[in-house]
């Protein structure tokens, strides 16, 4: 099992001469020598949009496939494994959060949090009663229980989004990914919302690689990295 | 509590109400439709083949076997020639024949046939499923005035026994001259049979002679009218009748009858096998329900197209939806999965809808269409042939979801985990 032949040493993300080029396009999208985040690393990654870091986030996540370079996510190279193992990775070890639109509109706040056990049997047992855990972090969240029976379209944005931080969290996975997860959010809930995330991800012990293009955050992290400095593509396409 | 996935469907097609059961009623009807015709169809064909049952041989003078059938049993269109009575019963007293019930065409009452028969009529005609004549009210004619009427002229023109009536010379609109002078009492109604005995005025042979005393070919003889009452001093054998039934000792010497009558010398005759001679008109007319069948397969297509077009239009809708579950671990393989759960979902939901539509449908018509057409539509579920059609559809929505199901994947390979529009 991938989790277990893991080490503590292992990096949750390293890559070594990755290279991206999307389908008929002559320059490559993401072309990066070097980048490693450490595990449990609470990481800013500056990136304007357009910097290629949605392309470089599903590389990580699987999603898409490397032309060239290594791709190591929690010690498993990405690269060697087939399309529906490496969906099976991301349901397993990934947790996404993204800019807007997180959540399935239809479906109940409490579903929406639980959707990723459904793709990942190891993230429903981890977390065990789904029920419970469902509950327990809504509550560490502040999402009333009232709220969660509630259809997703119903819910605020602000609540929107820590739905979607619960759902990330959820069977605890090794790395959360985080796409601009606050830019829809107004600067007092800014801080709250980054106070929980950031206070889950240390609790659960995951790295969290957090992208945005707005530095006034960056302090709250352990390492702050612009993509532009290590993308070398990323002025090619900008 | 994992989710499953028709969880996922269930609540996705639930989130598009209105499109959703819209596709589904059309679905739904179309079924009925289809299972309909094809059960109109079935049901058309059974009462069809029970017009007449217990009969062996019909036989009439040499024309064509259809036609001979079309006049003696379902009195449409006219017989060319009559047979003497000689003829007819000579063949009464063949070894083979158990009984013979003669047919005498010709007249008619308010646009319904007036067949003249004997009283064995009522003994050995059998309709459905050797089902003997039943009366509903009275008895069999006796006297030579008497009348037996079938159970729709009854109802139409609102007979029960003691009722008056006066025959026409003719069939049909040139039913021109009537037989006033010599009016008719019902003394009997049949029961309802579903078949053109429904629709006729049964009366003795000696009738339709003592009617005609005072004519001659096809119209009154000038000077001469002859009262009802005197009638009894001429002699009322019949001198020609339309057609015989017949029915044998046993069913085995059939062709050997058969052949006899047709080969004899004298008289041209023609002896046809009832059973044989209806499938053969059914062929005739079996086409126009072969396009009825056609036409309602393609509104079933028709249906299954809408339902493609609902979920190919609510895709590009559902491209963000379809992201998140990408980011959240799922394969192109369980988007496709996803669409075409919902496809067959709605289709099998759409089958039932529309098995209980025809249900409900057939229940409020079958006592109309019995009464009106004679066509017996039992109100029942689905039989074993019912079911092939409803997997056929399901099958055929299961194919024909391939399509939306397909663009989801292209569109969850090429979006990833975010919409690129």
């Given at each position: 099992m991938v989790a277990a032949s893991r080490t503590v040493s292992d990096a949750a993300v390293a890559l070594r001469g990755l290279r991206f080029y999307w389908p008929g396009a002559k320059q490559a999208c993401v072309d990066i020598a070097e980048f490693t985040l450490a595990a449990g690393e609470r990481l800013f990654l500056h990136g304007p949009s357009g910097s290629g870091k949605t392309t470089l986030l599903s590389l990580i996540g699987g999603v898409l496939r490397a032309d060239a370079g290594s791709l190591r996510v929690l010690g498993t190279?990405?690269?060697?494994?087939s399309g529906p193992r490496r969906d099976r990775f991301r349901a397993d070890h990934i947790g996404f959060i993204f800019q807007q639109f997180n959540l399935i509109p239809y479906l109940s706040a409490a579903d929406n949090i639980a959707l990723p056990c459904r793709f990942s049997p190891l993230r429903a047992q981890r977390a065990g009663d789904i029920g419970a855990a469902v509950a327990r972090l809504a509550g560490h969240l502040d999402l009333p229980s009232e709220l969660l029976a509630r259809p997703a379209a119903e819910l605020s944005v602000g609540q929107q989004q820590r739905v979607a931080a619960a759902r990330a969290l959820i069977g605890a996975p090794a790395l959360v990914v985080a796409d601009e997860p606050t830019s829809a959010l107004d600067a007092a809930r800014q801080d709250a919302f980054l106070d929980l995330l950031l206070g889950e991800c240390a609790a659960a012990g995951a790295s969290l690689l957090f992208v945005s293009h707005d530095l006034r955050l960056a302090g709250r992290f352990d390492r702050c990295v612009a993509l532009s400095d290590f993308n070398a593509a990323a002025e090619a396409t900008a | 509590m994992r989710l499953p996935l028709w969880h996922l469907t269930l609540a996705s097609v639930r989130n598009r109400g209105l499109a959703t059961v819209l596709t589904l009623v059309a679905i739904a009807l179309s079924v009925t439709l289809l299972l309909g015709v094809e059960r109109l169809r079935n049901d058309a064909r059974s009462s069809f083949a029970n017009t007449l049952s217990g009969t062996d041989l019909i036989v009439g003078a040499r024309s064509g076997a259809v036609q001979l059938l079309l006049y003696s049993v379902f009195h449409i269109g006219d017989a060319t020639h009559d047979v003497s009575w000689s003829r007819i019963d000579a063949l009464r007293t063949h070894k083979d024949v158990a009984w013979l019930v003669p047919l005498s065409l010709g007249d008619s009452h308010r646009g319904f046939r007036v067949v003249g028969t004997t009283a064995d009529f009522f003994a050995h005609v059998q309709t459905g499923n050797r089902q003997p004549l039943r009366f509903a009210a009275g008895r069999a004619f006796?006297?030579?005035f008497d009348a037996v009427v079938g159970a729709e002229v009854a109802a139409r023109l609102g007979y029960a026994p003691g009722a008056k009536i006066v025959l026409s010379h003719?069939?049909?609109?040139?039913?021109?001259?009537?037989?006033?002078d010599k009016p008719f009492t019902v003394t009997g109604v049949l029961a309802r049979t579903g078949t053109p005995v429904d629709r006729s005025v049964l009366v003795g042979l000696a009738a339709i002679e003592a009617i005609h005393l005072d004519w001659q070919g096809g119209s009154r003889i000038p000077g001469v009218e002859i009262p009802a009452q005197f009638v009894a001093k001429f002699d009322l054998s019949p001198k020609r009748v339309t057609a015989a039934l017949i029915g044998l000792e046993r069913r085995t010497t059939v062709f050997r009858v058969q052949r006899e009558i047709n080969t004899a010398a004298g008289e041209p005759l023609l002896a046809i096998l009832p059973g044989v001679t209806l499938d053969e008109l059914w062929r005739v007319v079996g086409v126009v329900e072969r396009v009825l069948l056609a036409v309602s397969a393609f509104v079933v297509a028709v249906g299954l197209a809408g339902l493609v077009a609902t979920l190919v239009s609510s895709l590009s809708a559902r491209r963000r939806e379809l992201a998140i579950l990408r980011a959240l671990g799922a394969g192109p393989g369980d988007v496709f999965v996803l669409l075409m759960t919902e496809s067959v979902l709605l289709a099998v939901a759409g089958c039932a809808l529309g098995v209980a539509c025809l249900w409900a449908l057939s229940a409020g018509i079958a006592p109309w269409l019995m009464a009106e057409h004679g066509v017996q539509l039992v109100p029942r579920f689905v039989d074993q042939s019912e079911l092939v059609w409803l997997a056929g559809v399901v099958a055929a929505a299961l194919l024909a979801s391939v399509i939306p199901a397909w663009r989801a994947y292209r569109y969850s390979l090429a979006d990833g985990m975010t919409v690129r529009m």
């Open positions: 190279e990405l690269a060697a494994l | 006796e006297g030579v003719g069939a049909g609109e040139f039913a021109a001259a009537e037989h006033a």
